[in-house]
């Protein structure tokens, strides 16, 4: 949205395709989670520029290079973003990506186990928590969100701690089954049940997806977590210098 914004002021005319129904891409789980509330407010806010802006927006369209090369676009942004990291962990496909979960949290299962504790990992935690889950979080470090900032990280151990979530830490998972993740800790062989299983390992650029949109036109700019997974922040500036380097 950032990219489109910026080339639109800039006095291209600019096309902006989304494969799913609304603007937002991966962010839109923000809606559902209550003190994600910035991030929600801040992807309405730029939902509702585009909309008043001069870009047309293609809704329910998945761009492929072929339809690019038939537009006949002089350029092309590719913001297409990340998606979750499946581990070669046995059973893995019976386990909710992070991304996903939020969107079926009301449909989730009393006893929860998130694998993965960066800060994805630990916002789910707390958010189920705070709907009344028991959750249990696994992960492999010793540190618990060491991918948050410093305020945010002391926010997070604050909101486990009145919440109730409980951390397993130098946990590695080694197989899923139906209500129940097997994991090592210590040496040790050990096991825990649970409703649901919620996987929160990281999230991959869709670099193949994206490289293929080269030579569809003369000038090609991936922008975003096509690149790296990162956060928010990072997006918007890319999309942004991406759009002023047309």
């Not at 937002?24 to 789980?29: P, S």
């Not at 992070?98 to 186990?113: N, T």
């Not at 130098?170 to 062989?189: H, L, Q, R, S």
Request: hydrophobic share 45%; net charge negative; aromatic share 6%.
């Amino acid at each position: 949205m950032k990219a489109a914004l910026t080339a639109a002021e800039q006095g291209h005319n600019v096309t902006l395709f989304e494969m799913s129904d609304s603007l937002g891409g991966l962010m839109k789980y923000a809606e559902h989670v209550p003190f994600k509330y910035p991030h929600a407010r801040y992807i309405k806010f730029m939902a509702d520029k585009v909309k008043k802006s001069a870009v047309s927006v293609k809704l329910k369209t998945k761009a492929t290079p072929e339809m690019i090369k038939a537009g006949g676009f002089d350029a092309v942004i590719s913001a297409i973003g990340s998606e979750p990291v499946l581990p070669p962990i046995p059973g893995v496909e019976k386990a909710i990506p992070a991304i996903e979960a939020h969107y079926k949290a009301d449909s989730l299962g009393k006893k929860i186990v998130v694998i993965g504790g960066g800060q994805v990992g630990v916002e789910m935690a707390i958010h189920l928590a705070m709907l009344g889950r028991e959750v249990t979080v696994l992960e492999m470090l010793r540190e618990i969100a060491p991918d948050a900032s410093p305020t945010q990280r002391g926010e997070l151990f604050i909101e486990m701690r009145d919440s109730g979530v409980k951390v397993i830490n130098y946990a590695k998972c080694t197989a899923i089954e139906a209500g129940k993740v097997f994991f090592d800790k210590d040496g040790a062989a050990s096991s825990i049940e649970a409703d649901d299983i919620i996987l929160a390992v990281g999230m991959k650029p869709k670099t193949e997806e994206s490289d293929s949109f080269m030579g569809t036109a003369d000038t090609f700019i991936p922008a975003g977590d096509c690149n790296k997974a990162r956060i928010l922040e990072w997006a918007t500036k890319e999309g942004y210098y991406a759009a002023m380097s047309l």
